[in-house]
């Protein structure tokens, strides 16, 4: 073995090992890339449940009290019922369903937010406190992008159409529905008018925010 054997032998040992190196730091720095992209795609990503409504929660009639003082005040007399002109508000008679006090179902009927606010004066008990127009806030209508068949080419505009406030509320921005969370009222009628299944615009109501 000649004399400069050993050094060469260090040095290539001292190479391979930079490339070793040199690879796992590419594939770590590879697979937080990766992993960064898979988040931003899934944060992305249209989701079924992030528009999903828990059972226990129900869209109460414009000018409700917050949902535990609503329950609270509102002794189940049934007058807003009869006053509905569109006859939206439901109750159910066995008192299970929305703790037995009147709530509202978009895909049954939706609340055409009417000129003189029946409801809100109909109430007795003060369940459903009298407020403007503006300040009606019973939920936010939501899109589902991955199923409005706009995101399939077709020239649907019956969200928009069909809404009370109209463009105040919701628009088509760039061909996609766009909600205004300031001038939504929460009222259901996107919902209720959507043609497709399941709906491509769910309300969300107020008391699911928690």
Known sequence: MSDDQP????????????????????????????????????????????????????????????????????????????????QCIRVDPTGKKAGGAPYIDPDTAACSVCEFLSCMDACPSGALVPVPLNRIRMGTAVLRDEACIRTKGEECRICVEKCPLGTAAIDIVANRVEVNPLGCTGCGSCQHYCPTSPKSIVVIPIAARG
């Open 7 to 86: 050094p060469l032998n260090r040095r290539r040992f001292f190479r391979e090992g930079l490339r070793h190196l040199i690879r796992g730091v590419a594939d770590s720095v590879e697979g937080v890339q990766d992993a960064i992209e898979s988040t931003a795609a899934a944060r992305a990503a249209p989701s079924h449940r992030a528009v999903m409504i828990p059972p226990n929660v129900h869209l109460r009639p414009p000018g409700a009290l917050p949902e535990s003082q609503y329950l609270d005040t509102c002794t189940r007399c049934g007058d807003c019922v009869k006053a509905c002109p569109v």
